[in-house]
């Protein structure tokens, strides 16, 4: 079985930031993609940021420029996941879940989700 579990949310003024990681762990044999989505109150979820196992990254618009995906890999696999996210507004308020591409027990790629951070952004 494989698990991803996130940290790091909270309450941030405006401006401010934040630094959420996502561990993964299990039976792991190779990671394709790990990315950061977020869901807000009454909204659908929406994919922030991406990185794949060659480190590419990629960002919805609304946060390039402030936020920043960066993954650790061992023994070949991606086992952690960070999202840095600086400047933050409201408009960033949400839950933030982990998401993986997991190579697991079945020698099988499957998509893993963490349990969600919250993230508000508030004066």
């Known amino acids: 079985q494989v698990q991803l579990v996130e940290s790091g949310g909270g309450l941030v003024q405006p401006g401010g930031s934040l630094r959420l990681s996502c561990a993964a762990s299990?039976?792991?044999?190779?990671?394709?993609?790990m990315n950061w989505y977020r869901q807000a109150p009454g909204k659908q979820r929406e994919l922030v940021a991406t990185?794949?196992?060659?480190?590419?990254?990629?960002?919805?618009d609304s946060v390039k420029g402030r936020f920043t995906i960066s993954a650790i890999s061992r023994d070949g696999a991606a086992n952690m996941v960070y999202l840095q996210m600086n400047n933050l507004k409201p408009e960033d308020t949400a839950v933030y879940y982990c998401?993986?591409?997991?190579?697991?027990?079945?020698?099988?790629?499957?998509?893993?989700w963490g349990q969600g951070t919250q993230v508000t952004v508030s004066s």
């Open positions: 998401n993986a591409d997991v190579e697991d027990w079945s020698r099988r790629y499957h998509y893993y």
């Open positions: 299990g039976t792991i044999f190779g990671i394709n993609v």
């Open positions: 990185v794949d196992r060659d480190g590419g990254t990629d960002y919805v």
